[in-house]
């Protein structure tokens, strides 16, 4: 079963507007990964932020973790045309070698 | 560096034939793992492998079969493929710290295959 499931399904903003994901999972966790897919092609890793951290930063985008609540947040700011895109988080539990996806944000910019 | 390579990026077969998905890697990972990504799924995990010789199961892996002889390559085997399997399929690979996927992973750029 998948562990990490994101909201929402899908969101479509004006560009230059913020984007927020969120990703909610079920147990106890040693990191959590945000990665965008383009179009159906490979995915590409955006940001991991590990359970002992609570926010990571990296150019545009923001993501929070709440391991209290068991849900982490990715926040885009300024979007652009180029942000179009499925965000997905994967969470690896602990004590687990797994990584495991949840079915993603399909994020459209609008101009 | 070549990155994650898979091969081949399409492939059609009939109900029953097997085939081997290949990917390799070039970056000296451990880690390696096949997902499945089909509309409003998501990626499933079907195999992993934290190293050599070593493979374990993910979430969906009944009709694959994996083996790991080398770092570098990690061949996903249809036994006897069926339409269920039409999807499209990736792999990726990561740095890991004792079996442990503590590291953003690498996608290949995927094989999409249809069987008929």
């Known amino acids: 079963s998948q562990q990490g499931e994101e909201d929402p399904q899908a969101l479509s903003i004006q560009e230059g507007e913020n984007a927020t994901m969120n990703c909610s999972y079920k147990?106890?966790?040693?990191?959590l990964q945000w990665y965008r897919q383009n179009s159906g092609r490979g995915l590409v890793h955006l940001i991991l932020i590990r359970s002992n951290e609570r926010e990571k930063h990296s150019g545009r985008l923001r993501v929070t973790l709440d391991t209290s609540k068991k849900s982490s947040s990715l926040l885009i700011t300024a979007s652009r045309a180029a942000d179009t895109a499925s965000y997905f988080c994967?969470?690896?539990?602990?004590?687990?070698?797994?990584?495991?996806f949840g079915k993603g944000t399909r994020l459209h910019i609008l101009p | 560096n070549a990155g994650v390579t898979q091969t081949p990026k399409f492939q059609v077969l009939k109900t029953g034939q097997s085939m081997t998905l290949q990917c390799a890697q070039d970056m000296n990972h451990e880690y390696m793992s096949w997902y499945r990504q089909d509309p409003g799924m998501g990626l499933r995990l079907i195999h992993y492998s934290v190293g050599a010789g070593i493979t374990d199961q993910g979430e969906v892996p009944n009709g694959y079969n994996v083996s790991r002889s080398t770092t570098e390559d990690f061949p996903l085997r249809l036994l006897s493929a069926a339409p269920s399997q039409t999807s499209v399929y990736f792999c990726?690979?990561?740095?890991?710290?004792?079996?442990?996927?503590?590291?953003?992973?690498?996608f290949g750029p995927g094989t999409r295959l249809t069987v008929l």
């Open positions: 147990t106890s966790i040693n990191n």
């Open positions: 994967a969470t690896v539990g602990v004590g687990y070698d797994k990584i495991i």
């Open positions: 990726a690979s990561s740095y890991s710290m004792g079996g442990r996927p503590d590291n953003e992973q690498f």
